[in-house]
């Protein structure tokens, strides 16, 4: 059996940490077993890692995340790599298409599609690896996973049985779904027996190949990148499960939580103040989490959500976090924070003036042994100011060292790479008429490549 995780997400939701490259997922807010931080993709990847899951385990996931995600994860994490945000659908198409065309993966082998963020407890993993024996002893198309209420919640979507006699393993058939009803109808659907959807199904791969051969898209992972933009938005729940008939659904009656929310996400954070700054004793049910450089203080304040990074300032009452998407609907802005692959910059100020000239201050850190791909850009000069430690650096093939105090001077159309020899800091200052990730023109990523250049020019 193959497990996919699915990690997207637009990042409106737990603003201002989270933005379009840095989606839930990746905040790392919660504590590891060793009492280090940890997001809810390296919670997850640990899981599995324990449970011997992992060696059979995809990440799905757009360009924008593949970067967060090696830098969270390290750089061997199979990743399966979306062209384009789209929806669900498109996505486990394209990666059914990598498993059958890349992966060698036999069409009649179980695959399961997983959510990147659930917040779960061991067992739950137990209950992903029984959908196999589920698929073969029902003879289904599909088979869910459905998780035993605790309450009605109005949150969540519902899966409602048929009321048939449960098969050996406890699965049921299902009759049909209900998305996010109010209390009175949640708290029906509950006695009749309905389920929680929490997003984990399984299908044999041949059965989703078969419903792309319908189609007409081809079963070739390199193929159907290229006609990925052609693929409608929907999401793999409208898609396909609404119209299948044969469907069961496994039940779980262990712990599972939906860390989507800043309430849902604080109850389980093992501090109620992370960052600079202090909460006093008598701010009751108040959460502080701060990623600024400058303390933030609460006094007094009960049931609120204090949240800052460079992207904004958040202060809401708990009840009320779920509003922020919608606030936010209409709210543009480019990331403020990113990790990459090699570390991670902050944005420190960005001004486009009149006649069109822009400046974008970015404060740098790249891990020792890490380095930036060798690029160049056409519509933007840098300037760097190393603030600490020591690295190399390659301008048009000629490699240098620099150090804390040095400023490199890149103009536009120049090659330039640089290769941490130590922890490094340090400022860049980029000038120009358009200051887009797309003038990023990659020429190799690997370093050692860079060096091999030199010899042969």
């Known amino acids: 059996m193959k497990l996919v995780l699915l990690s997207g997400g637009s990042g409106k939701r737990l603003w201002p940490l989270s933005n379009d490259s840095r989606s839930k997922q990746f905040l790392k807010v919660l504590e590891s077993p060793a009492g280090e931080p940890e997001s809810m993709v390296q919670r997850v990847w640990r899981q599995l890692q324990e449970t011997g899951m992992a060696k059979s385990s ?23 790599v979306e062209p384009e945000r789209r ?71 519902y899966i409602i049985p048929t009321g048939d006699t449960a098969g050996a393993s406890g699965y049921m058939q299902v009759s049909h779904f209900q998305e996010k009803p109010d209390r009175v109808l949640a708290e029906e659907l509950i006695s009749r027996g309905a389920l929680w959807n929490c997003g984990v199904f399984a299908f044999r791969l041949g059965y989703l190949l078969d419903i792309l051969q319908r ?44 860390l989507g929310t800043w309430n849902t996400l604080t109850e ?7 960052g600079k700054g202090f909460v006093t004793a008598d701010s009751e049910g108040t959460s502080l989490i701060n990623e600024l ?87 933007r000069s840098e300037i760097w100011t190393i603030v600490s430690g020591e690295a190399s650096i390659v301008l048009n093939e000629k490699k240098h060292n620099v150090k804390a105090g040095d400023v490199v001077r890149i103009p536009e159309g120049t090659k330039h790479a640089i290769l941490a020899l130590t922890d490094v800091e340090f400022i860049e200052v980029q000038t120009g008429s358009e200051l887009v990730e797309e003038d990023n023109i990659r020429i190799t990523l690997d370093w050692e490549d860079i060096a091999l250049q030199q010899f042969i020019s």
């Open 58 to 80: 995809y990440l799905a996931t757009g360009r924008s995340q593949v970067e967060m995600i090696q830098s969270q994860l390290g750089a061997e994490v199979p990743i399966i």
């Open 268 to 274: 389980e954070m093992s501090s109620n103040h992370v």
């Open 215 to 258: 189609k007409g898209l081809p079963l070739n992972y390199e193929e159907l990148q290229k006609q990925y933009k052609l693929l409608s938005s929907i999401s793999f729940d409208y898609e396909v499960v609404e119209k299948e008939e044969n469907i069961v659904v496994q039940p779980y009656a262990g712990f599972w939580k939906d």
């Open 87 to 157: 929806d669900t659908f498109p996505a486990i198409a394209l990666t059914a298409a990598y498993l059958y065309s890349m992966g060698g993966v036999s069409p009649s082998e179980t695959v399961a599609i997983l959510p990147v963020d659930p917040y779960v407890e061991t067992s739950f993993f137990d209950t992903v690896m029984q959908l196999e024996a589920t698929m073969q002893e029902s003879g289904a198309n599909l088979a869910l996973m459905g998780v035993v209420p605790e309450l009605a919640s109005e949150k969540y979507g």
């Open 293 to 379: 450089d400058i303390p933030i203080t609460v006094i007094g304040a009960k049931d609120l959500i204090i949240a800052a990074s460079p992207d904004g300032i958040l202060v809401t009452h708990k009840t009320e976090s779920p509003r922020i998407k919608e606030v936010l609907k209409s709210f543009e802005q480019r990331p403020m924070y990113e990790e990459r692959r090699w570390g991670h910059y902050k944005v420190i100020d960005y001004v486009k003036y009149d006649e069109g000239n822009e400046v974008l201050t970015k404060r740098i850190f790249i891990t020792k042994g890490k380095n930036i791909s060798y690029q160049l850009h056409h519509k």
